[in-house]
């Protein structure tokens, strides 16, 4: 898929990773990482519309945004998106499988890096989608 898309939806997606995969380190809940990590998954293969954190974006935050809206390739934050579904998963793996140290590793990888890209839009796995892919 292609396209471009609201430079803001990526970041307030990559702030909604972040704060609930930290809230689920801090509380210890691994079943919050293993919904956030469905959350992605939902978004990426049903689509934006079904998008728990992209809706909310659209439906109160957009609304209230005046002026125009910058966009950017849909490509990099998708691949991105799909590193962290990859890495929650991988997490949600380790802890049924009883490796509680290797799932909070992974959790928090994701969840530095989510903060990074919201807070300073220094995108790790679109950093990787560019270096990687050929250009035409």
Do not use: H
């Not at 939902?42 to 934006?48: D, K, Q, T, W």
């Not at 991105?80 to 992974?106: D, E, K, M, R, S």
């Amino acid at each position: 898929m292609s396209g471009r898309i609201d430079v803001n939806v990526p970041r307030f997606n990559q702030a909604c990773v972040a704060v609930l995969t930290g809230l689920a380190f801090v509380i210890q809940s691994w079943p919050m990482v293993a919904f956030v990590a469905l959350v992605l998954a939902v978004n990426r293969l049903a689509g934006p519309r079904y998008g728990l954190f992209t809706q909310v974006y659209v439906r109160l935050i957009k609304p209230r945004l005046g002026g125009t809206i910058e966009t950017e390739p849909s490509g990099p934050p998708r691949f991105a998106q799909l590193l962290g579904i990859v890495f929650l998963g991988l997490a949600t793996v380790a802890f049924v499988a009883g490796g509680p140290t290797v799932g909070w590793a992974l959790t928090l990888m994701v969840t530095a890096l989510a903060a990074l890209a919201a807070t300073t839009r220094i995108c790790v796995g679109c950093v990787i989608y560019e270096r990687t892919t050929v250009k035409r």
